[in-house]
């Protein structure tokens, strides 16, 4: 039923992978289970050569969701009117199955800070970024999806939960989300809430891609566990576990395995993939 | 109570500066040590930015130095935009004034040469000039409107800048002689190359780009390179698909 073909204005219920450049002969010809790819959008910003060529070929066989991480949807400067200009340019042109940016801010002034810094959730700060994701959305002519971060600290004048804040964001813009059970899980266990309870606060409707991914463990400054988010290595078991939990309450949705750092070998991504599309079976 | 971006921002910069207050771990209590990590995530992901952008600077100086030079420049030239490809177009004129490298004269050059490659790599792509279009009239051949490709990037510099670069990034490279050397980086598929030039060659080159026809380009520079040779100067150029025809339309 679904069209996994270029055009395709959904992304298959089905695992996908963030996209390396190395991977590119391996997953043209040995894809296994990966029906869709993950590309950054920032990468693909230069005038041509590899990765324009790459996307170009890629497009042709597997659904894209274009991810931002340069937007800085929660900056409290207006949004950078020429990289909206460029993700226009991008989604024009590689016409992804879905587009989606984080809740979060990352440039100041002129300076872009390359970390996805986090947010008081306050109705200041609900009015900022939903005006962002508006004119995103009209700016690009389609929905768009909003990731909910992995935090390490939490904001004293916060007066809202991260939970409802994003179903309000849902409500006001019509935004979608994207639910990264790994954020979830470091959240969760930096932050001291149990991440099923969060999920099932989570507006699950709105819910139009999930992500799982690596992070490293470390402790802070009580001893207490500091997990960091670093799609470093393999998803540990409470976060497959943490997957399947979502999956059974919102039913199959595209699932990403992303792994951003040392990032291993085609054979190991692709059993990552394997055990996404495991996952996906007793939801269906 | 309020925590402005402003106020995270220095703190994040700055690592003398006290973690903002209002900033809590999830009891309650102040973050401390929790707000490192973003300073870390920060300084590392753009020091490791660098790393990746400057190779042959990272080869000559090992990743202890490296490290420590990119501590200073990250905070003195955060990236100003979004596209981490473009990120550290600063850093050779900083090295020009850096101090505690100011010995390894030639680093800057280095430098320059690293962001040329990685120009190249990100640059439009265009059609080569086919060699046939210099096999006619040769009055025809000398009107040609042709340029260096978006992909074609030239370095003059007062050291040995090419062998520098084969030495350390060609295994069984000779070592460099100390002469000064003209370098261009041009990208025949999507792998950028840098070629050493002869001599009269970048003036050539330069010509071209400011939109002096090929026999233009040529008498400017025989007249301030004696020993410029415009054929073995357009085999090196054909050969390593540095030109493109005006009228080319770019691809995509």
């Known amino acids: 039923m679904l069209d996994t073909s270029q ?37 693909y910003m230069g005038d041509g050569g590899r990765p324009h060529a790459q996307l170009r070929a890629l497009r042709e066989r597997f659904a894209l969701s274009v991810h931002g991480v340069g937007l800085s949807i929660g900056g409290a400067d207006p949004l950078d009117k020429a990289h909206l200009t460029r993700l226009k340019d991008l989604v024009a042109w590689t016409k992804p199955a879905s587009f989606s940016e984080h809740l979060a801010w990352s440039t100041h002034g002129a300076e872009f800070l390359n970390d ?28 768009m999806l909003l990731e909910n971060p992995s935090s390490y600290l939490a904001f004293a004048e916060s007066t809202w939960s991260e939970t409802d ?46 992500h799982v991914g690596g992070h490293d463990e470390d402790t802070d400054d009580h001893g207490a566990p500091l997990l960091i988010d670093s799609h470093s290595k393999p998803v540990v078991d409470p976060v497959w576990g943490l997957l399947a939990y979502a999956l059974a309450k919102t039913g199959p949705r595209p699932v990403l395995v992303e792994w951003d750092t040392d990032v291993p070998d085609w054979s190991t991504l692709r059993a990552e993939a394997n055990r996404a599309a495991r996952a996906l079976i007793p939801a269906s | 109570m309020t925590v402005t971006q402003s106020g995270f921002r220095n703190a994040l910069i700055d690592a003398d500066l006290a973690v903002p207050e209002g900033l809590k771990d999830g009891r309650g209590a102040p973050a401390g040590a929790r707000f490192a990590v973003y300073r870390n995530n920060v300084v590392l992901s753009l020091t490791e930015a660098l790393s990746t952008g400057f190779p042959l600077v990272h080869k000559l100086l090992g990743s202890q130095t490296f490290d420590r030079l990119a501590g200073v420049f990250v905070r003195a030239h955060p990236p100003r935009s979004p596209l981490m490809m473009h990120y550290g177009a600063a850093l050779p004129d900083f090295l020009d004034s850096f101090e505690p490298l100011a010995h390894i004269g030639y680093l800057s050059d280095c430098a320059r040469l690293d962001l040329a490659i990685r120009r190249s790599y990100h640059a439009g792509d265009a059609e080569p000039l086919d060699p046939l279009r210099l ?31 084969r030495f350390n990034m060609i295994p069984d490279a000779p070592k ?54 415009l054929a073995s100067t357009l085999t090196l150029a054909l050969s390593t698909a540095a030109l493109t025809e005006n009228t080319t339309k770019e691809i995509q």
């Not at chain 1, 813009?173 to 969060?198: E, K, M, R």
């Not at chain 2, 060659?201 to 390179?225: F, N, P, Q, R």
Request: with cysteine; hydrophobic share 40%.
């Open chain 1, 165 to 210: 804040f994003l179903a309000k964001l849902v409500r006001r813009t019509g935004c979608g989300l994207l639910l990264d059970v790994n954020n979830v899980f470091i959240s969760a266990t930096n932050l001291g809430y149990s991440p099923q309870g969060y999920i099932d606060a989570y507006p699950l409707a709105a819910v139009g891609e999930i």
């Open chain 1, 116 to 143: 996805l810094l986090p947010l008081p959730y306050t109705n200041a700060t609900l009015d900022r970024v939903a005006d962002h994701i508006d004119e995103v959305q009209e700016t690009l002519g389609c929905q």
């Open chain 2, 176 to 229: 460099p002689e100390a002469v000064p050397q003209d370098v261009m980086v041009t990208r025949a598929d999507f792998d950028p190359q840098p070629h050493l030039l002869p001599s009269g060659a970048a003036l050539w080159l330069d010509a071209l780009t400011a939109g002096h026809s090929l026999g233009a380009a040529s008498e400017k520079a025989a007249a301030t390179h004696p020993t410029f040779d």
């Open chain 1, 7 to 43: 055009g395709s204005d959904r992304l298959p219920l089905a695992p996908g992978v963030g996209y390396k450049s190395q991977h590119f002969n391996d997953v043209m010809e040995d894809p296994g289970p990966v029906a869709w790819l993950e590309i950054h959008a920032e990468n």
């Open chain 2, 135 to 165: 096999q006619q009239d040769p009055r025809a051949v000398m009107a040609l409107q042709i340029s260096p490709s978006p992909a074609t990037q030239v370095l003059c510099s007062n050291w040995p800048l090419f062998d520098i670069w």
